[in-house]
C-alpha cells in the first residue's frame, strides 16, 4: 500500500500590492521665530504628505517658508507644533542623537552651495558620511566610487572642487547625498547657482534617479522648469500651502 502523500496547504494570496506609500506626514506644522522684540511665524499649520519614490517641488516667493519647512521636514530644525512623521516615525519623539543617527542613515541633502570640502578630492567628498558613520574604509571608498559613477563622474573621483565645474561639483554633491542609500533625498535650491543649461543637466540627472531608483525627492525651488520636471508643485505663500499641482505627464 502505498503512503498517502499529505500535500501542504495552499498558500494565502499575496497581499494587493499598495499603489501608495507615504514617507513624509507634516500635519499642522508651526515654525516660530522670536527675537524677544520680534515674532515671526514662519510656518501655520502646514499639512503636507509625500508618497515614496515621488518627486515633489516646493515654490513660492522669498521668504514664505520654502526652506524653513525642508529644514523641519527633515529634522534639521525643530518644530513649534504639530508633527512630522518620517517613514512612520514621529521626529519631535526621537532624542536628538537618535534624529542625526536617523538623518545620517535615511536621508540625503544637497544645497545650493554645494557644501564640499575644498581640500578632499570628489571622492574623498562623497565617503565622507560613510567614514562618520564609521564604514570601513575600504567599503567607503568602493561606494563613493559607485555613487560618483551613479551622476558620470567618476572619471573626475581624484579631483578637488575647485577643479571642478559648478555642475560638477554639484554632481559630486548629489552622490554624496546617495552614498549612504537614503529613503528620501532634500534639495535646497539645488539648480540657485547654476547656468540654465547646467541646471537643465542637474534637474534631469534627479529624475533619473527618481526613476530609475524610486528614490524619493522633496525639493525647494524658484525655478519653474525644475517645478514642471517633479510629479507635483506645491506652492507656500506666508508660512502656508496655498495649492498643490499635479504636473501632468508624470
Known sequence: MTDLVV????????????????????EQVCKVYDTGTVRVDAL????????RGEMVAIMGPSGCGKTTLLNCLSGLDS???GDVRIEGQSLAAMSDRARTDYRARRMGFVFQFYNLMPVLTAVENVELPLLVARVPMRDARRTAHEALALVGLDRRADH??????????????????LVNDPAIVWADEPTGDLDSEMAQEITALMRRLNRERGLTFVIVTHDISVGRSTDRIVRML?????????????
Open 44 to 51: 501655520k499649520g502646514v499639512e503636507l504628505a509625500v508618497e
Open 79 to 81: 518644530i513649534d507644533g
Open 160 to 177: 578637488v572642487p575647485d577643479e571642478l565645474s559648478g555642475g560638477e561639483r554639484q554632481r559630486v554633491t548629489i552622490a554624496r547625498a
Open 7 to 26: 500535500l501542504p496547504p495552499p498558500s494565502p494570496p499575496a497581499a494587493p500590492i499598495r499603489k501608495t506609500d507615504t514617507i513624509v506626514t507634516a
Open 238 to 250: 506666508d508660512g502656508q500651502v496655498v495649492e498643490e499641482q499635479v504636473m501632468e505627464g508624470h
